[in-house]
């Protein structure tokens, strides 16, 4: 292969590097791709997206209800303490409809969202056939320009900057180490969530206890050689999107049958039988981000969903089947707890709910306990009819918010504050300057085609 001569080297073959390869393409550049996977492992953890978030009005693509941009905006706000670019964050809002339309024009298409999902089907639009199938869209479309190489098992192991300005890098293509010169580079190589040395410096040991929900092949090198660089970041190391996923999953690549969606019908426990959060905080979109972080807290890493079988048929169950028994003492020695413990847990939580019927789950019903810590906020109801069922639950890593502080062209800046020259960052990589702790369902894809076009267009004029 030529190791030269391109006018663009966009490394990663996810959502955000594929949008930003087309628009180059488009512009007539000579772009390489660079994907560390290979070909039948392509695309990220965009391949097991669904849907993207926009602002819309009622009847926009099929929507019944209107999503404005001041409700979008106002629920970033909510779910993030702080917003680290509010200029960004508004440039995301009010172009987010312009992510779906680039989509369209490049040939994905869309579902009605799925019944009993996380109450997305208002502000989010669903993908036909996901992530994947959008990404065998693009890589289909990105066939047709010559101009447009990609090369598959090749991983950024090095990035050669001088003066602010990128020289080349290394890539170890299919386990030779080779030079690559271009005139720009675009990293669209997501976060560090794959990367367990990493992880393992913020968490601990606890790290053995994390399942990362999406690819193995984000280990985070080219953001990393970019802060070796000096690059600025955003975001914190130890932060991350983490969801309760079910035990029994593999270490990476479940994906998104692996959640367990069950959490806020009932309680969850640790290993000692024990509540330790308020299930019932929010609802799904906004909360679910960060319940994997409280099981991260929790000894051994373990928790469990219990609820009974009134719960059971309203959300959508996970690819593991629920561990079933008709009394909570025999649940509790099925998924090795202290039966006494258990009951004594439930009988109290019980005794806490309000007497008065009112579980509404389409939306905060308001229905909350009474006097118990932790409270539950919303959707408080006994666990009294059997049988009882069980999900165990670990923390289940979706992506880390650490990334690379960019400018509103998606150029990475130095710790002083300059852009480098020729050098751009898309997708998950830069996503904190938006989301810098915390999530909203939806957004990522987003974020990742706006500044993916972004970066693909400021590269190439
Ligand atoms: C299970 C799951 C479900 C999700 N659902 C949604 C959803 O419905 N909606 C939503 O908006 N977001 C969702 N997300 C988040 C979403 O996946 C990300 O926000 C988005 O995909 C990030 O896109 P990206 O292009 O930046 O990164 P990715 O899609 O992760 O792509 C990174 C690419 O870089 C490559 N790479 C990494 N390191 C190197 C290297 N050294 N050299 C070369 N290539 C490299 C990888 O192989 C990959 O191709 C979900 C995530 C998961 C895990």
Same mark, same amino acid.
């Given at each position: ?91 995301? $809002?009010?172009?987010? %409809?312009? *992510? +779906?339309?680039?989509? /369209? ?8 969202? @799925? !019944? ?61 180490? $080779?030079?690559?010169? %271009?005139? *720009? +580079?675009?990293?669209? /190589? ?8 990493? @992880? !393992? ?61 069950? $959490? ?198």
């Amino acid at each position: 292969m030529e190791t030269s001569g391109y006018d663009i080297v966009v490394v990663g073959a996810g959502n955000a590097a594929l949008c930003s390869a087309i628009t180059a393409s488009e512009m007539g550049k000579k772009v390489l791709v660079l994907e560390k996977a290979p070909e039948n492992q392509r695309g990220g953890n965009s391949k097991f997206t669904r849907n993207f978030r926009i602002a819309h009005e009622k009847g926009w693509n099929g929507f019944t209800q209107e999503y404005s941009g001041d409700e979008f905006l106002s629920d970033i706000r909510k779910v993030t303490s702080g917003i680290s670019s509010s200029e960004m964050t508004r440039y995301v $809002v009010d172009n987010s %409809g312009e *992510a +779906v339309n680039w989509a /369209s024009a490049h040939g994905t298409k869309w579902q009605k969202a @799925l !019944r009993s999902t996380l109450h997305l089907d208002r502000t989010n639009l669903f993908i036909l056939g996901g992530g994947k199938a959008l990404l065998n869209t693009y890589f289909r479309y990105l066939g047709k320009f010559r101009n447009c190489r990609i090369v598959y098992d090749s991983e950024l192991i090095k990035m050669n900057v001088e003066n602010n300005t990128f020289q080349s890098l290394t890539a170890s293509i299919q386990g030779h180490n $080779v030079e690559i010169k %271009g005139d *720009a +580079v675009i990293l669209g /190589s997501g976060g560090f969530e794959s990367n367990l040395n990493i @992880l !393992r410096e913020a968490w601990g040991d606890a790290t053995d206890n994390f399942i990362i929900r999406g690819t193995s092949q984000n280990t985070g090198v080219p953001l990393m050689e970019m802060i070796r660089h000096g690059a600025a970041s955003v975001g914190e190391k130890n932060d991350g999107h983490m969801v309760g996923v079910d035990a029994r999953s593999p270490k990476y690549e479940g994906g998104i049958v692996t959640r367990v969606d069950s $959490v806020i019908f009932g309680i969850v426990v640790n290993k000692f039988a024990k509540r330790f959060f308020d299930e019932g905080y929010d609802i799904w979109p906004k909360r679910y981000a960060i319940s994997g972080k409280l099981i991260a807290r929790q000894p051994d890493q373990i928790a469990f969903s219990i609820f009974d079988s009134k719960s059971w048929g309203m959300f959508i169950p996970p690819l593991y089947p629920p561990i079933v028994e008709n009394s909570i003492e025999t649940l509790a020695d099925r998924i090795g707890l202290n039966p006494d413990e258990l009951r004594k847990t439930v009988t109290e939580y019980n005794a806490a709910c309000p007497e008065a019927p009112g579980f509404d789950f389409s939306g905060l019903d308001g229905h909350g306990t009474g006097n118990i810590e932790p409270a539950k906020s919303n959707w408080a109801r006994r666990i009294d009819t059997p049988p009882f069922y069980a999900y165990p639950l670990r923390p289940g890593l979706t992506f880390t918010y650490f990334g690379l502080k960019v400018d509103s062209q998606s150029r990475v800046t130095d710790v002083s504050g300059n852009p480098f020259n020729n050098i751009w960052a898309a997708g998950e990589i830069m996503a904190g300057n938006i989301l810098n702790n915390g999530y909203l369902g939806g957004l990522g894809m987003t974020i990742g085609t706006l500044f993916g076009i972004t970066a693909g267009k400021e590269a190439s004029s």
